[in-house]
Nanobody, 126 residues
Framework: QVQVVESGGGMVQAGGSLRLSCAVSGRTFGGYCMAWFRQAPGKEREFVAAINWSSQTSYADSMKGRLTISRDNAKNMVYLQMNSLKPEDTAIYYC????????????????????WGQGTQVTVSS
């Protein structure tokens, strides 16, 4: 069983930065594609960023240029650096793992990820 645990959320003023962290159990972490999704109140869960086993990345157009996703396979960790945050970035941010190892593509939809964390709240005040 793969466990996914997010941390690093909090409250920040508009224009500020946050770094989210995601710890993942599992001996084949290095082969997983990892992603961040978010869900704001009353809205559907949406894709934010993803990184595959070869460190190829993909970002949501709405946040491109303000995000950096990275991974540390030695520590089984994934990170999301978010800069120039806006009030509309307020949401619960979820880390997810696709355990189909060594995928050549990057899944962009939530149903393609089979392990999820509990989420971490990010609140951006104006």
């Amino acid at each position: 069983q793969v466990q996914v645990v997010e941390s690093g959320g909090g409250m920040v003023q508009a224009g500020g930065s946050l770094r989210l962290s995601c710890a993942v159990s599992g001996r084949t972490f290095g082969g997983y594609c990892m992603a961040w999704f978010r869900q704001a109140p009353g809205k559907e869960r949406e894709f934010v960023a993803a990184i595959n086993w070869s460190s190829q990345t993909s970002y949501a157009d709405s946040m491109k240029g303000r995000l950096t996703i990275s991974r540390d396979n030695a520590k089984n960790m994934v990170y999301l650096q978010m800069n120039s945050l806006k009030p509309e970035d307020t949401a619960i941010y979820y880390c997810a793992a696709d355990s189909n190892i060594f995928l050549s593509s990057i899944p962009l939809t939530s149903y393609e990820y089979d392990y999820w964390g509990q989420g971490t709240q990010v609140t951006v005040s104006s």
